[in-house]
């Protein structure tokens, strides 16, 4: 069983295009995560979730929404796709919110090409 | 924000040889972290670390806390193939909530 899957693994699509990510964890965790990875490999982190209530918003465009139907679920909807949001964005999840928060279980990733 | 220098950028080695790579911060963490990332995968924890001075073995992986807590090290004895890969330093200040800061990332190759 897989801890953190997210789907798709690959997505290609046109400029303004909206599209979606969905994610789910089976571990448990109370807090869950969107990073984004450039082309350059470096991690980003852009939105924390912990029991569904936002909890980190890293000055991410107002065209990227997570949603967190439930704890175990956070997808994130993107508007008005840019060639600038091409990257591999990773879904993770960490048992609580204060203490444990460092030990991440990340996604597979899903590689988002925009054309 | 804080930014973690990670180095070197990438290593190509032989199979057998061992690797060190390491991470220096302007900022004192409280936690020091390493990370694997395969090919087409996410990272995977490999060592946290907790405390200044840290000496932590996960197999032949081995990293430590530097004592000024702004750097830390991640060796890797007799390299296997399947060692390849980005591993990524991160760091978190408090330990109360706040997120990891992760380093740019050093790839490994490791010819057979």
Same mark, same amino acid.
């Given at each position: 069983?897989?801890?953190?899957?997210?789907?798709?693994?690959?997505?290609?699509?046109?400029?303004?295009?909206? =599209?979606?990510? =969905?994610?789910?964890?089976?571990?448990?965790?109370?807090?869950?995560?969107?990073? =984004?990875? *450039?082309?350059? =490999?470096?991690?980003?982190?852009?939105?924390?979730?912990?029991?569904?209530?936002?909890?980190?918003?890293?000055?991410?465009?107002?065209?990227?929404?997570?949603?967190?139907? *439930?704890?175990?679920?956070?997808?994130?909807?993107?508007?008005?796709?840019?060639?600038?949001?091409?990257?591999?964005?990773?879904?993770?999840?960490?048992?609580?919110?204060?203490?444990?928060?460092?030990?991440?279980?990340?996604?597979?990733?899903?590689?988002?090409?925009?054309? | 924000?804080?930014?973690?220098?990670? %180095?070197?950028?990438?290593?190509?080695?032989?199979?057998?040889?061992?690797?060190?790579?390491?991470?220096?911060?302007?900022?004192?963490?409280?936690?020091? +972290?390493?990370?694997?990332?395969?090919?087409?995968?996410?990272?995977? +924890?490999?060592?946290?670390?907790?405390?200044?001075?840290?000496?932590?073995?996960?197999?032949?992986?081995?990293?430590?806390?530097?004592?000024?807590?702004?750097?830390?090290? +991640?060796?890797?004895?007799?390299?296997?193939?399947? *060692?390849?890969?980005?591993?990524?330093?991160?760091?978190? +200040?408090?330990?109360?909530? %706040?997120?990891?800061?992760?380093?740019?990332?050093?790839?490994?190759?490791?010819?057979?």
């Amino acid at each position: 069983d897989t801890a953190v899957s997210q789907t798709p693994k690959y997505l290609v699509t046109q400029m303004g295009n909206d =599209k979606s990510i =969905k994610c789910e964890q089976n571990l448990g965790h109370d807090t869950m995560y969107w990073y =984004k990875q *450039d082309s350059k =490999k470096f991690l980003k982190i852009m939105f924390s979730y912990n029991n569904k209530e936002l909890i980190i918003n890293e000055t991410v465009p107002n065209r990227f929404s997570p949603k967190s139907p *439930d704890k175990a679920h956070l997808n994130l909807h993107i508007n008005s796709l840019e060639l600038g949001d091409s990257a591999v964005y990773f879904c993770a999840s960490s048992q609580e919110l204060v203490q444990g928060n460092e030990k991440l279980f990340f996604g597979s990733g899903t590689q988002l090409s925009v054309l | 924000g804080q930014q973690l220098n990670q %180095s070197p950028q990438s290593m190509f080695i032989q199979e057998g040889e061992d690797v060190s790579m390491n991470c220096t911060s302007s900022s004192i963490f409280n936690t020091w +972290l390493w990370y694997k990332q395969d090919p087409g995968e996410g990272p995977v +924890l490999l060592i946290a670390l907790y405390k200044a001075g840290e000496l932590t073995s996960n197999g032949r992986l081995t990293a430590q806390f530097g004592t000024t807590r702004k750097d830390s090290f +991640l060796n890797i004895s007799a390299s296997i193939p399947s *060692d390849v890969g980005i591993y990524f330093c991160a760091g978190q +200040l408090n330990s109360g909530y %706040s997120t990891l800061t992760f380093g740019k990332g050093t790839m490994l190759l490791v010819s057979p």
